[in-house]
């Protein structure tokens, strides 16, 4: 039996996926995103692609043979898109429980080193299930499309069943030259072939503090080669600063102690933003992970790259950090998306949750619309598919999610009420290319 409300008697559909002739999905509310919400809306699906966006009435009328399928006090709206994700590190909770370890303290290089002793204890297998534990979690939280980082290339392979859309950042770091380019020969198998016909392949110089100058120039330059888009964990913490700044803190005198790294002059004297620009890690259209720790120079520069920042405020948060600059980076024309980082830092893979805890975090310096966008276009623009996904607009895929609509929401709060659901959103059904997944 079809699971949504069909409600002519030839709608053809296979568990939940719906086929052959154009469809109009209708429910109480559409919001398209680059719109106001639509009362009573409908969208009309063909191939895979949005042919008509309006209310009920019109587009029943106008298009009287498309089977109709009604979610009844439902919203539609575009799927969610998680711009920053570490999804291989999906069950690192449970894995830190089985060994029993925790952080020592609550600073930013003790939660490193402890994911470090947790991770080496993870054989492949358990990584594999964790990646694929990630995906469907995603798709039941609403996800279409993810930026995620790959660090152990050996589970790739993982990806291939997945319909998510994004990109997988294949991660890099270390200061031998030798070391990185032994990895980076590594990525010339991998990169022949896409993860998935919807997934393509990008590089991830992790962050300045984990990477020489050398090191990083030899990734950028791999990157522009092979015509890679980048992301980079930058201006995250404090501690980050401090070593950047002045070779000193935490990460000189515990992380490298334990990487077997060696502190040199040429570590000091620098500001996170310039190192990545210098070092081509900061290329024009590239991905900031974090930025927190940026003053408005800085901004300006992140903005005229035309890079975009994805904002993990509930990681950010674990750590006792600052507030990246939201109005600064709005202001500027900066566009933001979210991510949820990794489960080893935060506590779903829900943007939905991050979308309720940013609300909050960041005290009401953005609109409900505004952090929707957020949470959907602007994580497809910092992927490259805002002509693809993002917003419910003709000619784009028909990527998008059923929820309920919030108890005692109007039209006038609607989209505040979607933002203040957070991990108690109950997403009802997600459709990419007009499929039910």
């Known amino acids: 039996m079809c699971r949504h409300r ?14 052959d002739r154009p469809t109009l999905f209708t429910a109480k509310y559409l919001l398209p995103i680059t719109a106001p919400p639509i009362e009573d809306g409908a969208l009309l699906v063909s191939d895979g692609k949005i042919v008509a966006v309006g209310t009920r009435s019109v587009l029943a009328a106008e298009h009287a043979g498309a089977v109709r399928v009604d979610f009844g006090d439902a919203v539609l709206l575009p799927s969610m898109v998680n711009a920053h994700t570490h999804l291989e590190l999906t069950c690192f909770p449970a894995w830190a429980d089985a060994c029993g370890a925790s952080p020592d303290s ?28 990630g995906m469907r979690d995603s798709l039941a939280a609403g996800v279409g499309a993810v930026g995620d980082i790959l660090t152990s290339y050996d589970i790739a392979s993982a990806y291939g069943g997945s319909r998510l859309r994004g990109r997988v950042f294949c991660e890099l770091l270390g200061r031998d030259p030798q070391q990185v380019a032994t990895r980076l020969s590594q990525l010339d198998g991998l990169i022949a072939t896409p993860p998935t016909t919807e997934l393509a392949w990008g590089v991830s110089p992790h962050a300045p503090y984990t990477l020489a100058e050398t090191t990083a120039l030899q990734i950028s ?14 201006a995250e913490t404090s501690e980050e600063v401090a070593f950047l700044e002045r070779a000193e803190g935490p990460i000189a005198e515990m992380l490298y102690t334990v990487a077997g790294w060696e502190v040199t002059a040429a570590d000091g004297g620098h500001r996170p933003v310039d190192w990545a620009q210098r070092t081509g890690c900061l290329p024009t259209g590239g991905l900031v992970v ?5 003053n408005a120079e800085e901004v300006g520069l992140i903005a005229r790259q035309g890079c975009s920042v994805a904002l993990c405020p509930r990681s950010n948060s674990l750590f006792g950090e600052t507030r990246a600059p939201l109005k600064q980076y709005h202001s500027s024309g900066v566009n933001l998306a979210l991510g949820t980082d990794s489960r080893a830092s935060s506590p779903s893979l829900s943007i939905w949750g991050e979308l309720a805890f940013a609300r909050q975090w960041f005290a009401g310096l953005l609109s409900p619309s505004e952090w929707l966008e957020i949470a959907t276009l602007g994580g497809a623009r ?4 805002e002509l693809m996904i993002g917003s419910l607009e003709v000619s784009k895929q028909a990527d998008f999610q059923v929820v309920p609509v919030p108890e005692g929401a109007s039209p006038a709060d609607l989209e505040e009420s979607l933002c203040a659901q957070g991990e108690a959103m109950s997403v009802q059904d997600v459709f990419l290319s007009g499929q039910s997944l």
């Open 6 to 19: 069909c409600v002519t008697q030839d709608c053809v559909c296979l568990t939940g996926v719906l086929m």
């Open 106 to 133: 609550g600073s930013f290089v003790d939660w490193i080193l402890h994911l470090v002793r947790v991770r080496k204890q993870v054989e492949v297998e358990q990584l594999q299930t964790s990646l694929l534990t």
């Open 382 to 385: 910092a992927l490259g598919l």
């Open 221 to 234: 330059a791999y990157a522009a080669a092979h015509d890679l888009p980048m992301t980079m964990h930058l």
């Open 290 to 294: 974090h930025g927190v720790h940026v």
